[in-house]
C-alpha cells in the first residue's frame, strides 16, 4: 500500500486537532482540495475561511484571526506563501509577532508535475531570516500530523513545511517529538549526515550503504530549522568530526546553511551541503526521480559523507 | 442616531485642532514624518477616539474593545497624540520620539505602543488585518467592531481590494473602513500619479456599503459611524473628504507636506493658524 502522503497525514490532523481545540480555525486559497485543508472545512465549516487566490490577504486575514484570539492556519502552495506573502509575514506576522500558523503545501519539488514555477526551493532561507519565525520541516506523513498539535500550542509564529506525496515513511507515530530538539536516528562515529524532510529517509538509506564499506556514519534529523537545536548539532561535530546535511531546498540559506553557520562560529569541521543545485529544475514525472536528478539522490549523499570523512584531519577514505 | 449637542461638536472640533497641534510638535520635535496626512486625519481620530470607539485606556487589551487599525501607518504623529490624550500614555513620552530608546516607532507597532491594536506602516495590510478581525469578533458573538482607515494613496495596493472581498464575501457589517480621502499622495496629486476615480463605485461594486461624508466635519463623521452601525448584511465603507495638511495654510493640498518637517518659523505659524499656542516648555 502507498504511504499516506504528508500533505493528508497534515490535512487530517488539523480536522482531529480541529474537534479537540476550538480556537483552531483555518485559512485556504482556493486550494483546499490540493493541501487538503478541506478535511478541516468539513468538520468544522465555520471556521474555514477560503478568500480566494489572494495569498497575501490570506496571511493578513490569518493575523486579525489570531489578534482575535485564534489560532489561524493559513494554507497555500509554498512557493506562493513564502514569496508572493513574504512581505505579509515579514511585517504583519513575524514583525508584529502574531500567532500565525503558516501551512506551507507542496513544498520542496513535491509538485514535481507542474514544475519549476510551483516548486518552493528557497522557502527555508526566505523564512530563516525573519527574526520570531519557527520553521518546522516534518519528515513524512505521521510526523506532520504529530506536529499539528505542538505547533498548535506553540504561542508565535511558524511556518510549518509540508509535502505534497509521500516520503520514506521514518517516524514512528507516538514517539517523542519536541519543536527546536532534532533527533538522534542513528549512531556512528566517522561522520553525521543532518537530514530535514524528504531527505531523512533518504540519508538512512545513504547510511546503511556506508555502513556496508565500514563507514559508520550517524544520523540526525533537524526538523526544526529555526531554532536550531545547537546541542545536538554541537555534539555530532565533537564526536564525528564531519557533517554531511541533506535537504530538499537550494544549498542557500536552508538546513545546510544554518548548520554551516552555527559550526564555523563554534566548532569548524568539515562540511558538505546536499541539496538543490543554484539553478533552477525541471519538471518531473516522479519525485523520486526528480529529487534524484536535481542532486539530492541517496549516491549524492554518500558520495558527501566520503568526501567530508576524507577531509578530517588525518582521515582516509576506506573502500 | 446620535445628536450632537452644539457643545460636543465644539469640544470634538477642539480635539481634532489639539491633535493638528500635537501631530506636528512631535514631527517637529522628531525631526521626521508625515504632517500632511496626519493633519487630513484629525477630525477622523478625534471621532473615533473621543466619540465612538468603546476602549478603556486603563486596560488596553480588553478582549472586547473595538480596534482600530491605523492603516495609512505614516499618519502616526496623529494616532500618538489621540492615544496620548485619551489617556493610553504620557504625551512627554513622545519628546525623544526618533530616538532608540523611545518605545513609540515611526510607525505604530502594536507592541510597544499601548492602545495601537495593530501593527501598520507598509501600506495596504489594514482592510484585510480588519476581516481576520470582524471574523474572530463574530465567531465568539463579540460586540467588538474593528475600525479601518485608509488612505486613498493606500488604495492603489492591490492587498487593499483582496481584503475589500474577502469583507464582501463574510457580510461583515461589523467592520467599518475609513478612507481618508485627500487626493495627495507623496509624489503628487493622486489624480496625476494613479488616478482612483470613482472611488464609492469600486467600493459597492465589490459588494460594500458606501457613504461620503465631509471628513473635517465632526457632525458628519459622527452620523456615518451612527448610521455604519445599522447596516447588518455588509462592511461599510465611509469615503471621508479631506484636504491634505488640513488647518495649516502652507501644506493643504502640497504634496511637499506629506513628508516633510517643519521649520520653528513654520510650526509656530501653523500653530498660529490653529489657534494653539506653542506650549512653553512642549
Given at each position: 500500500m502507498a504511504e499516506l502522503s504528508m500533505r493528508e497525514g497534515y490535512g487530517r490532523a488539523l480536522a482531529d486537532y480541529g474537534k479537540m481545540n476550538p480556537k483552531v480555525v483555518a485559512v485556504d486559497v482556493d486550494t483546499s482540495a490540493s493541501t487538503l485543508s478541506h478535511f478541516f472545512a468539513r468538520e468544522h465549516p465555520e471556521r474555514f475561511f477560503n478568500v480566494g487566490i489572494a495569498e497575501p490577504c490570506a496571511v493578513d486575514v490569518g493575523v486579525g484571526l489570531a489578534l482575535g484570539g485564534h489560532i489561524p492556519f493559513v494554507n497555500a502552495f509554498a512557493a506562493l506563501l513564502a514569496l508572493r506573502s513574504l512581505e505579509q509575514i515579514r511585517t504583519c506576522v513575524c514583525y508584529a509577532n502574531t500567532n500565525v500558523k503558516l501551512?506551507?503545501?507542496?513544498?520542496?519539488?513535491?509538485d514535481f508535475k507542474d514544475g519549476p514555477t510551483h516548486f518552493a526551493m528557497t522557502d527555508i532561507a526566505n523564512m530563516r531570516a525573519l527574526p520570531n519565525m519557527n520553521i518546522i520541516v516534518p519528515c513524512d506523513a505521521a510526523q506532520a500530523a504529530a506536529f499539528v498539535p505542538l505547533v498548535a500550542e506553540l504561542v508565535g509564529p511558524v511556518y510549518l513545511r509540508i509535502n505534497r506525496g509521500s516520503t520514506l515513511p521514518v517516524y514512528q507515530p507516538g514517539s517523542a517529538l519536541q519543536i527546536g530538539k532534532g533527533i538522534l536516528h542513528r549512531q556512528g562515529i566517522d561522520l553525521t549526515i543532518v537530514a530535514a524532510g524528504s531527505m531523512v529517509g533518504r540519508a538512512l538509506l545513504a547510511a546503511q550503504e556506508l555502513d556496508k564499506d565500514g563507514i559508520h556514519a550517524r544520523v540526525v534529523e533537524i526538523h526544526t530549522i529555526k531554532p536550531l537545536d545547537g546541542e545536538i548539532l554541537l555534539d555530532a561535530a565533537k564526536e564525528t568530526g564531519a557533517i554531511v546535511t541533506a535537504e530538499e531546498h537550494v544549498r542557500a540559506g536552508g538546513l545546510g546553511g544554518a548548520v554551516s553557520e552555527l559550526l564555523a562560529e563554534t566548532y569548524p569541521i568539515p562540511i558538505e551541503r546536499v541539496g538543490i543545485r543554484d539553478e533552477f529544475c525541471p519538471t518531473g514525472r516522479n519525485i523520486e526521480g526528480l529529487l534524484d536528478a536535481c542532486g539530492l539522490s541517496v549516491a549524492e549523499i554518500i558520495f558527501a559523507a566520503r568526501k567530508v570523512k576524507k577531509m578530517k584531519p588525518g582521515g582516509t577514505e576506506k573502500q | 442616531m446620535t445628536e450632537l449637542s452644539y457643545e460636543q461638536i465644539t469640544s470634538l472640533e477642539k480635539i481634532a485642532r489639539s491633535l493638528r497641534a500635537d501631530s506636528l510638535r512631535f514631527i517637529y520635535g522628531r525631526g521626521s514624518g508625515h504632517p500632511g496626512g496626519a493633519l487630513s486625519a484629525a477630525e477622523i481620530l478625534a471621532v473615533l477616539y473621543f466619540h465612538e470607539l468603546r476602549i478603556d485606556p486603563q486596560h488596553p487589551d480588553w478582549s472586547e474593545r473595538d480596534r482600530f487599525i491605523l492603516?495609512?501607518?505614516?499618519?502616526?504623529a496623529v494616532l500618538y497624540a489621540a492615544l496620548a490624550r485619551r489617556g493610553f500614555f504620557d504625551k512627554n513620552e513622545l519628546k525623544n520620539w526618533g530616538e532608540v530608546d523611545c518605545p513609540h516607532q515611526g510607525h505604530p507597532d502594536r507592541l510597544k505602543t499601548p492602545g495601537v491594536d495593530m501593527t501598520s506602516?507598509?501600506?495596504?495590510h489594514g482592510v484585510a488585518v480588519g476581516v481576520g478581525l470582524a471574523l474572530a469578533a463574530r465567531m465568539k458573538k463579540s460586540p467588538s467592531r474593528t475600525y479601518v482607515l485608509i488612505g486613498d494613496g493606500e488604495s492603489q495596493a492591490g492587498i487593499v481590494w483582496e481584503g475589500a472581498a474577502a469583507a464582501a464575501k463574510y457580510r461583515l457589517s461589523n467592520l467599518v473602513v475609513i478612507l481618508d480621502l485627500n487626493d495627495v499622495q507623496l509624489d503628487g496629486p493622486m489624480h496625476e500619479i494613479m488616478p482612483m476615480d470613482h472611488m464609492a463605485q469600486r467600493w459597492e461594486a465589490c459588494g460594500w456599503y458606501v457613504m461620503q461624508v465631509n471628513g473635517h466635519s465632526v457632525r458628519q463623521l459622527v452620523e456615518g459611524l451612527d448610521l455604519a452601525r445599522e447596516i447588518h448584511d455588509k462592511p461599510v465603507c465611509i469615503i471621508a473628504r479631506t484636504t491634505k495638511g488640513k488647518g495649516v495654510s502652507f501644506m493643504e493640498?502640497?504634496?511637499?507636506?506629506?513628508g516633510n518637517v517643519p521649520s520653528k518659523e513654520q510650526l509656530e505659524q501653523a500653530l498660529l493658524e490653529l489657534g494653539v499656542e506653542e506650549e512653553k516648555n512642549g
Open positions: 501551512a506551507a503545501s507542496y513544498a520542496g519539488l513535491s | 492603516s495609512k501607518g505614516h499618519a502616526s506602516g507598509i501600506l495596504g493640498n502640497d504634496s511637499f507636506w506629506h
